[in-house]
């Protein structure tokens, strides 16, 4: 049984920086594409990076956050994470990791599994 728990989210001055934490359990190889999505009022949800847990060099990002955004995992601590560097407002939303056996994607129809979110607002 997959869980899937996001913290770290927060108000953020623009040009600040947050990490978000993505605590995750049962995680098998079946489902080992782990990847961060966001979803701001009245838009569709949108992926922004992606990695595969048991696999080295995976690790993938939408181009419209590479050179902002960074996805790590340590799986020591069963955590995945997503460091964001300067925030601009338009980062607002709500913020979820997933997990799904799909691929090498960003396609919301390829993660199974959903944590609640956490939410990022930039002013």
């Known amino acids: 049984h997959v869980q899937l728990v996001e913290s770290g989210g927060g108000s953020v001055q623009a040009g600040g920086s947050l990490r978000l934490s993505c605590a995750f359990a049962?995680?098998?190889?079946?489902?080992?594409?782990m990847g961060w999505f966001r979803q701001a009022p009245g838009k569709e949800r949108e992926g922004l990076a992606y990695?595969?847990?048991?696999?080295?060099?995976?690790?993938s990002h939408e181009d419209s956050v590479v050179d902002r955004f960074t996805i790590s995992v340590d799986n020591a601590e069963n955590t995945l994470y997503l460091q964001m560097n300067s925030l601009k407002p338009e980062d607002t939303a709500m913020y979820y990791c997933?997990?799904?056996?799909?691929?090498?994607?960003?396609?919301?129809?390829?993660?199974?599994?959903w944590g609640q979110g956490t939410q990022v607002t930039v002013s």
């Open positions: 997933a997990s799904g056996g799909g691929g090498s994607c960003l396609s919301v129809d390829e993660y199974n599994y």
């Open positions: 049962g995680v098998t190889r079946s489902n080992g594409w």
């Open positions: 990695l595969n847990i048991y696999a080295s060099n995976t690790v």
